[in-house]
């Protein structure tokens, strides 16, 4: 069975800095990898995913991730965070053949010091 | 562009009583799920389909009952509600096996088992 782990509960950082929010997954085979951002009050948006192909994924809003098999991870990266960008910020990883079952991580709330 | 439209979007229940959430998609998506939110948590899988007439356990499936009877609806039942299904719940859909893609989230719905 797949699992999502995003050790990081809450971490702030200041308006201008950069941003990485570690996410790690357990899964047998190839993993269809994604992150969801959450803003207060709102539905989840997608940010980016990983199918197959070029491992450093862009994403909207300026994110990136890059997928490390060796490490099992799928860190999403900011190079100049906006106060916009708070929120909650989901990894996700699909299993099966068409990513048909969908794990969440626990999340990470991000906060941005003015 | 009405997209995920889930109903209720509030309610309370006491102990003991049964209730229906229901998850309407006018986007032909193959694949539906239902997911619950709860803080520190992220999101966790209830159950979920991958077409009209089938369903799939999640991760937290125990005390829920789930239905996909038409390809747009997806139905999560509650045949006894307990406290601690307390809970924010989220349905979402997505394309099937070609298009291994993003979810579509409803604006969730708020339960609260007194």
Same mark, same amino acid.
């Given at each position: ?114 | 562009?009405? @997209?995920?439209?889930? +109903?209720? #979007?509030?309610? %309370? ?7 229906? =959430? ?28 991958? @077409?009209?007439?089938? +369903?799939? #356990?999640?991760? %937290? ?7 996909? =009877? ?45």
């Amino acid at each position: 069975a797949q699992s999502v782990t995003q050790p990081d509960i809450h971490i702030t950082v200041s308006e201008g800095a950069s941003l990485e929010l570690r996410c790690n997954y357990s899964y047998g085979a190839t993993p269809y990898l994604f992150w969801y951002v959450q803003s207060p009050g709102q539905g989840l948006q997608l940010l980016l995913k990983y199918f197959s192909g070029d491992t450093l994924v862009q994403g909207i809003k300026g994110f990136e991730a890059e997928f490390k098999r060796s490490q099992s991870s799928f860190n999403l990266r900011k190079p100049s965070v906006h106060w916009s960008d708070a929120a909650e910020y989901f990894c996700a990883v699909g299993a099966g053949s068409s990513a048909s079952k969908i794990i969440f991580g626990s999340g990470t709330r991000l906060s941005i010091r003015p | 562009n009405a @997209g995920v439209t889930q +109903t209720p #979007k509030f309610r %309370v229940l006491k102990t003991g009583q049964s209730m229906t =959430l229901l998850c309407a998609q006018d986007m032909n998506h193959e694949y539906m799920y239902w997911y619950r939110q709860d803080p520190g948590m992220g999101l966790r899988l209830i159950h979920y389909s991958v @077409g009209e007439g089938t +369903t799939a #356990k999640g991760e %937290v499936p125990d005390g829920y009952n789930v239905s996909r =009877l038409k390809k747009q609806n997806f139905l999560l039942g509650l045949e006894s509600a307990a406290p601690s299904q307390t809970s924010v719940y989220f349905c979402a859909s997505r394309q099937g096996q070609l298009y291994t893609g993003e979810l579509f989230f409803g604006e969730g719905s708020r339960l609260t088992v007194l």
